[in-house]
């Protein structure tokens, strides 16, 4: 038995040992998914996280003046890119963990018709959207009511969101009546969960690729590497599409 304890203890020792902790940025659409994702990576390798929640344009500027993290899990697929360029990221190791929805959502389960009419019959006082010069999401909304011809009359009713979680609560708590959000935040079961929405059509706004990347304070880390190709398997990627996002 004490044999059997001693072995035990050398076995814990040797997993306690390899264990490291990686810094990880996540863009605030990516929330939800990432909390379950961390908790089986935790799981599966012993690896830990520890997780930032933000825009990835403000996360490009942290990151470009010194910030710690190791690893960056971005709302675009440009700003990894970029951060390689600038050898402030892991050249090789982009790519595209995700591919986002966008939706134009209210808390009201009536206001948001299936086709997004409301755009143009307007009867809403505030609109809220992500800052759409540091959140893609907030781009794409830019870009949809472009397309639709009703940017110049909504304009003055946006209210914006510092990320897409604000934008979110804006939304949610009744600042705004409505806004465009990532379908990541609304869905539950494979639809809206609450209130009213329309999942905006593809070609109505540029493809929302999500890149990860390791980034140069994470070169070599054992936590940043495995937690990339976590990302890749099957449990990561069960949990993305049930976010509602598509794989590549």
Same mark, same amino acid.
């Given at each position: ?72 899990? @971005? ?23 995700? !591919? ?8 009201? &389960? ?29 781009? &794409? ?9 009703? @940017? ?7 209210? #914006? ?7 979110? #609560?804006? !939304? ?28 905006? /059509? ?9 890149? @990860?990347? !390791? ?6 880390? /054992? ?14 990627? &069960?949990? !993305? ?8």
């Amino acid at each position: 038995m004490k044999r059997l304890s001693t072995l035990i203890l050398s076995l814990l020792s040797i997993a306690t040992a390899h264990a490291d902790e990686v810094q990880v940025a996540v863009a605030a659409n990516f929330t939800g998914p990432m909390q379950v994702i961390s908790v089986l990576f935790e799981r599966d390798t012993g690896h830990k996280t520890n997780l930032s929640f933000g825009s990835t344009g403000k996360f490009y500027a942290q990151i470009a003046n010194g910030a710690p993290f190791q690893v960056l899990l @971005a709302a675009d697929d440009e700003t990894p890119a970029k951060l390689v360029k600038e050898g402030n990221a892991v050249a090789g190791t982009p790519f595209t963990y995700a !591919i986002g929805k966008l939706v134009l959502w209210s808390a009201d &389960a009536k206001l948001v018709d299936a086709k997004g009419e409301v755009l143009k019959k307007g009867g809403f006082k505030h609109l809220s959207l992500a800052n759409p010069k540091t959140a893609p999401y907030g781009a &794409a909304g830019m870009q949809v009511m472009s397309k639709l011809g009703v @940017a110049d009359n909504i304009k003055p009713l946006i209210v #914006q969101g510092e990320n897409i979680s604000q934008t979110h #609560q804006f !939304i949610s708590t009744g600042a705004a009546e409505l806004g465009f959000v990532a379908y990541s935040q609304v869905i539950k079961n494979g639809a809206v969960g609450s209130g009213s929405g329309w999942l905006v /059509p593809g070609n109505l706004y540029d493809p929302i690729r999500q890149d @990860a990347v !390791i980034l140069a304070k994470g070169k070599d880390k /054992p936590a940043a590497i495995a937690l990339m190709n976590f990302l890749k398997g099957e449990k990561a990627q &069960a949990v !993305i599409k049930s976010f509602g996002y598509e794989l590549r």
